[in-house]
């Protein structure tokens, strides 16, 4: 478990002193938000009902963003193949990874949520459904990225398929995360979104492990 | 590798050898072929001249006879993919590797086909091309797993090593097929539910059931030649790069 801390540290440190990708990541969650005014004219009463939809797809490309630092440094420089060899269990590795790129890339979109709920004229009760369905279903959007970025992370472009990989497992998530902020039964739908979450986190890891180990010899 | 000196060799492992695997299907091919063609032959002559009109669509049930077995296919080629993807991870099979690269095409055309077939029956029965309804939405999400394979394997350089990297993610994929089997049963939109394999038999007359299997065998035996042939063109394909390959260190050195 000191491993895992240890490499869930590390990850984080990375992140926080790289430079400024998570303010960048903010940035290009609030102004692809901001251009949805633009695209479909200032309407405040359609704002109003597209806003959760907005928002997901927002957060949904903004981590997709994220996702080729997930393993592609690591693989460049050569520490992914030293991490092979490491005490801590290649999922293991990947788990805290996965953990990580969800503090630093899902959390500060999540916080940054109240501005874009601002800006597309969102109710506050609303506004509060789509917090907690972000909180629920982003682990998943994650999850689903980390196999599609170790999929992909031996390919010298492969940022650009990815996305392409991702996106349609990422569907579901979509379905339920804006499924339940619209809908009456709203509370079905975060059950189904926090069992999403809960599954692909526990299964992603061995898939991207399986994936990376594959890939490299 | 030192399981074809082996003196005895089992079907298993003769099939292992590419080569062998070639030479022991090709007699395959012809039979299999023809085959194909009296299976189409028939089930389009019963599908246009042997069976009935619906009393509610007329002749537009016809549509019906190619949609059906395209739909079965896009699923059944998934399904293709997933026990070879199991056989390269677990058994590390080489011919699992090329039947795994050669399904994915065919399986991203008859799902195209299905999608196409389905748009052009829905617009006189349900008057729209598309409905965002709960199996036409998880047979997109099909197709785009499915171009997004083919993307994968022509970005990979080394075809063994992405062959394992991409049976990682056909088993990732795979959970979508239970989705588009019981996404009639969970959503109930414009897409009717089963009506041929259920547990109490049936729902069709006979009339119309018949052309229908004809055509699902004709179009079942059409992926399973093609199948084998591009297996054998993958097989071609691989020995002309290892020619090339040695060629050009022979012209290096």
Redesign the interface.
């Known amino acids: 478990m000191t491993a895992f801390w240890a490499m869930l540290a590390r990850e984080l440190r990375l992140a926080l002193r790289g430079g400024g990708d998570m303010l960048t990541l903010i940035l290009f969650f609030v102004i692809v938000g901001a251009i949805v005014p633009f695209a479909v004219g200032p309407d405040r009463v359609l704002l109003a009902r597209i806003a959760p939809g907005m928002v997901w797809i927002a957060a949904f490309l903004a981590m997709l963003l994220g996702l080729d630092r997930l393993f592609r440094p690591d693989h460049e420089d050569g520490s992914l193949i030293l991490l092979r060899q490491a005490d801590l269990p290649l999922s293991g590795v990947v788990a805290a990874k996965l953990a990580a790129h969800w503090l630093v890339s899902a959390l500060p979109l999540i916080v940054a949520s109240p501005f874009l709920a601002l800006l597309l004229a969102m109710e506050l009760d609303t506004f509060w459904r789509v917090l907690l369905s972000l909180l629920l279903g982003t682990p998943a959007l994650a999850a689903f990225g980390a196999v599609g970025a170790a999929v992909t992370v031996s390919i010298r472009r492969g940022g650009l398929i990815a996305p392409i990989l991702i996106a349609p497992l990422s569907i579901p998530v979509l379905i339920f995360g804006t499924g339940s902020i619209t809908a009456s039964q709203s509370g079905a739908a975060m059950l189904f979104l926090a069992a999403l979450s809960l599954m692909a986190v526990a299964l992603a890891p061995f898939a991207a492990a399986l994936a990376i180990s594959s890939g490299e010899d | 590798m030192s399981m074809e000196t082996t003196p005895k060799q089992s079907w298993w492992n003769r099939i292992a050898h590419p080569g062998q695997f070639v030479a022991w299907t090709r007699p395959l091919l012809w039979p299999l072929t023809i085959l194909t063609a009296v299976l189409f032959v028939a089930g389009l002559w019963f599908a246009f001249f042997n069976s009935p009109e619906d009393y509610q669509m007329g002749d537009t049930v016809r549509i019906m006879y190619v949609h059906v077995p395209n739909a079965w296919l896009s699923q059944f080629v998934y399904g293709v993919m997933t026990v070879s993807a199991l056989g390269t ?1 677990v058994w590390r099979h080489p011919m699992a590797d090329v039947s795994m690269k050669a399904a994915a095409p065919l399986g991203a055309l008859f799902t195209a086909l299905a999608l196409f077939t389905g748009a052009l029956w829905g617009r006189p029965t349900w008057g729209t091309f598309w409905e965002w309804d709960g199996r036409m ?1 998880s047979t997109l ?2 197709l ?2 499915y ?2 394979i083919i ?2 394997w022509r ?2 350089d080394d075809q063994l ?1 992405a062959a ?6 056909t ?3 795979a ?2 097929i239970p ?1 588009i089997k019981f996404s009639v049963d969970w959503w109930s939109t414009l897409h009717q539910p089963a009506s041929v394999f259920r547990a109490d038999g049936p729902r069709m007359p006979g009339s119309i059931l018949t052309p229908l299997f004809v055509m699902f065998f004709a179009f079942t035996f059409l992926f399973l030649t093609l199948h084998l042939k591009a297996m054998h063109t993958e097989v071609k394909r691989r020995r002309v790069m290892t020619l090339q390959r040695k060629a050009a260190q022979g012209a290096g050195a």
């Open positions: 991870l939405t999400v099909l785009f797993i171009l997004g993307a994968l970005a990979f090593r394992r990297v991409i049976a990682v993610f088993l990732v994929g959970v979508n989705i």
